[in-house]
């Protein structure tokens, strides 16, 4: 194998699958520490810790995910099949099967995390809205966690379902179907759908919500000497739209050219 081949190798064996597994690691005792913290009647009360037990939820999803739809199937090109005749064939069955059911479901969960991290952040901006602020009463519905959490995963599992036709399994191989190549399909699937519904609306909120609360907290800062508990998690969630951003931008581009 040439030096770029032992790169992506190692990438593909070694390293994609350790960022998975230790990111569902960490994302599941987030999940569990949430719970418990639950428990006490004050946080019972507070929306947003419904919405990060959902948000981890989703993520951990995309990671176990991704491990059979992109890890295991990239992991095939590195097999000698004249070696390992028998375990190649049953990695392609098996691949065969989680891509074609496991991709729209990976897709679904990605659209969720995408549009609760939305809800998170104005839910955020709105706790931290003076009483007057004409926001502070347009955006109580997100107070509304649960009705918000099921809405979120009701449409981005609806708007998924189509993708189980994209692909299929056929004598062991996973083929694409016409439906993914028809332009039709192309414009409101990835254009419409995915890069404006899915990733530019929620985009410019997120920039939205999260400049606007960054300001009305350097504003409060210089009436305050300590930040209240509410400044405190706002600039969390500031802080988490940023690693966002840097880490979904490259990814979305790539898909939108691909």
């Keep these: 194998?040439?030096?770029?081949?032992?790169?992506?190798c190692a990438l593909v064996i070694y390293v994609e699958p350790l960022l998975c597994c230790a990111g569902f690691i960490l994302n599941v005792t987030c999940i569990v520490v949430f719970l418990t913290v639950w428990s006490h009647g004050y946080f019972r009360k507070t929306s947003l810790l419904l919405y990060l037990i959902a948000l981890s939820a989703c993520n951990a999803i995309q990671l176990i995910l991704s491990i059979f739809v992109l890890v295991l199937p990239g992991a095939e090109q590195f097999i000698d099949e004249e070696l390992f005749y028998h375990e190649?064939?049953?990695?392609?069955?098996?691949?065969?099967?989680?891509?074609?059911?496991?991709?729209?479901?990976?897709?679904?969960?990605?659209?969720?995390?995408?549009?609760?991290?939305?809800?998170?952040?104005?839910?955020?901006?709105?706790?931290?809205?003076?009483?007057w602020n004409v926001w502070k009463h347009r955006l109580t519905i997100v107070k509304s966690s649960k009705l918000c959490i099921f809405i979120v995963v009701f449409c981005a599992l609806a708007l998924n379902i189509i993708r189980f036709w994209e692909l299929e399994a056929a004598d062991g191989y996973i083929r694409v179907t016409t439906l993914r190549y028809d332009i039709w399909y192309k414009i409101i699937q990835e254009g419409i759908i995915y890069g404006c519904i899915v990733y530019?609306?929620?985009m410019v909120l997120l920039l939205w919500f999260n400049y606007n609360t960054f300001k009305l907290i350097r504003v409060d800062e210089r009436h305050r000497c300590r930040p209240s508990a509410e400044h405190r998690t706002a600039m969390m969630?500031?802080?988490?739209?940023?690693?966002?951003?840097?880490?979904?931008?490259?990814?979305?581009?790539?898909?939108?050219?691909?």
């Design 1 to 8: 194998m040439s030096y770029s081949e032992v790169i992506s």
């Design 88 to 131: 190649s064939q049953m990695l392609r069955k098996m691949n065969a099967l989680t891509v074609r059911y496991g991709y729209p479901l990976l897709m679904a969960s990605n659209y969720a995390s995408i549009w609760i991290l939305s809800l998170i952040c104005a839910q955020r901006y709105q706790s931290v809205c003076n009483p």
């Design 200 to 202: 530019g609306f929620p």
């Design 237 to 258: 969630t500031v802080c988490v739209f940023i690693f966002f951003f840097l880490c979904t931008t490259m990814a979305a581009s790539i898909r939108l050219v691909m």
